[in-house]
T-cell receptor, first 114, second 115 residues
Framework: KQEVTQIPAALSVPEGENLVLNCSFT??????LQWFRQDPGKGLTSLLL?????REQTSGRLNASLDKSSGRSTLYIAASQPGDSATYLC?????????????FGSGTQLTVLP | DADVTQTPRNRITKTGKRIMLECSQT?????MYWYRQDPGLGLRLIYY???????NKGEISDGYSVSRQAQAKFSLSLESAIPNQTALYFC??????????????FGQGTRLTVV
């Protein structure tokens, strides 16, 4: 069974800092890994999708890396801003099983202090 | 307008009542999913549908049923709501594309409270 862990559960940083969010998964047989952002009272917004054959993806101040063999992904946020405050979720789509559905971590709640 | 729309956004219902949550999408995707989110547990899959004639149970389907009325519409029903079904419910879509499982898109969620 695939398990996805995100550490830390909560993180508070001052504005302007660069930061890294971590995601680990137990089964390396994945199709892809997706990072989402969730704001209170709102849905999930897709940030980055990394296919299993890729090592990283970048979008603006965000950079996500994937090391499938070690079962780890990181989301790097450069020059953090208060507007980055949200819960960040990672999810993996595994190869095995008929559903091949996304398995989610519990998220990291990020607070960027002005 | 949102690509994936869920109605209602909030609902309070009594134990034993039947309730339906609706989802519609304009992305033209063939695959649709229902998840629930509980504090500290992440999102868990309830049901999924790969096309109108294909419905499958997810990891926590007990107490739920679904209907895929059209490619763009996927509804989730609680036949007899119970308090531990209080949660945030999400609908999602993805495209089968070329066979690679592509990006998933989520609705804004329905907050359901069963009292």
């Amino acid at each position: 069974k695939q398990e996805v862990t995100q550490i830390p559960a909560a993180l508070s940083v001052p504005e302007g800092e660069n930061l890294v969010l971590n995601c680990s998964f137990t089964d390396s047989a994945i199709y892809n890994l997706q990072w989402f952002r969730q704001d209170p009272g709102k849905g999930l917004t897709s940030l980055l999708l990394i296919q299993s054959s890729q090592r990283e993806q970048t979008s603006g101040r965000l950079n996500a890396s994937l090391d499938k063999s070690s079962g780890r992904s990181t989301l790097y946020i450069a020059a953090s801003q208060p507007g980055d405050s949200a819960t960040y979720l990672c999810a993996v789509r595994r190869v095995s099983g008929s559903a091949r559905q996304l398995t989610f971590g519990s998220g990291t709640q990020l607070t960027v202090l002005p | 307008d949102a690509d994936v729309t869920q109605t209602p956004r909030n609902r309070i219902t009594k134990t034993g009542k039947r309730i339906m949550l609706e989802c519609s999408q304009t992305k033209g995707h063939d695959r649709m999913y229902w998840y629930r989110q509980d504090p500290g547990l992440g999102l868990r899959l309830i049901y999924y549908s790969f096309d109108v004639k294909d419905i499958n149970k997810g990891e926590i389907s007990d107490g739920y049923s679904v209907s895929r009325q059209a490619q763009a519409k996927f509804s989730l029903s609680l036949e007899s709501a119970i308090p531990n079904q209080t949660a945030l419910y999400f609908c999602a879509t993805s495209d089968s594309g070329t066979g690679v499982y592509t990006e998933a898109f989520f609705g804004q969620g329905t907050r359901l409270t069963v009292v």
